[in-house]
């Protein structure tokens, strides 16, 4: 089984960031002095911007960065297992993919925060990825991703959990 794993503090995907938000085009003003680097996104922040978000993901993309940067501080843990974002590794529309990883991210964020759980918690992640593709394939009837039709069918079915579980081991 091909397993691979990061925190979350080392990477975040660059499709992502590209189509939330555009880098600034370079300027020759000097960088800018400790005092004058980006603020520190609070909790509430955090949470406000996913729930932005998470009521309209494709429209909220925007608001992604704002929780993602939230979860590089550290009050929050997740790990970036493969077979879990398996769409971020085949050939889907990048926003799609943009939209589907932003979810598990805040899916996984809102879980740790609200329960005061701290730790990965992929079933919340996955739930929020379910939420979102349904409002993608609102939108994109052609939008299909097998795996997760398959999990939409076993979160109504009751199996959920043990789904979740399944594929984040590599189990087809």
Do not use: C
Request: hydrophobic share 50%.
């Amino acid at each position: 089984m091909k397993r691979t794993a990061f925190i979350v503090r080392l990477l975040l995907p660059l499709s992502l960031l590209s189509i939330a938000a555009p880098l600034p085009a370079q300027s020759a003003a000097p960088a800018p002095s400790a005092a004058q680097a980006e603020p520190v996104i609070s909790e509430a922040e955090a949470l406000a911007a996913w729930q932005r978000f998470k009521a309209a993901p494709a429209a909220q993309l925007k608001e992604a960065p704002v929780f993602l940067k939230f979860m590089q501080g550290g009050a929050v843990h997740t790990v970036l297992n493969s077979n879990l974002l398996f769409w971020m590794y085949n050939d889907y529309p990048r926003e799609a993919q943009a939209v589907l990883y932003a979810a598990y991210m805040g899916g996984n964020m809102e879980s740790q925060l609200v329960t005061r759980k701290q730790g990965d918690d992929p079933q919340a992640g996955m739930s929020a990825v379910l939420d979102a593709y349904t409002q993608l394939k609102a939108s994109d009837e052609a939008l299909t991703i097998k795996r997760l039709d398959e999990l939409v069918l076993a979160r109504t079915e009751g199996r959920f959990a043990a789904a979740v579980d399944e594929l984040g081991q590599g189990k087809p």
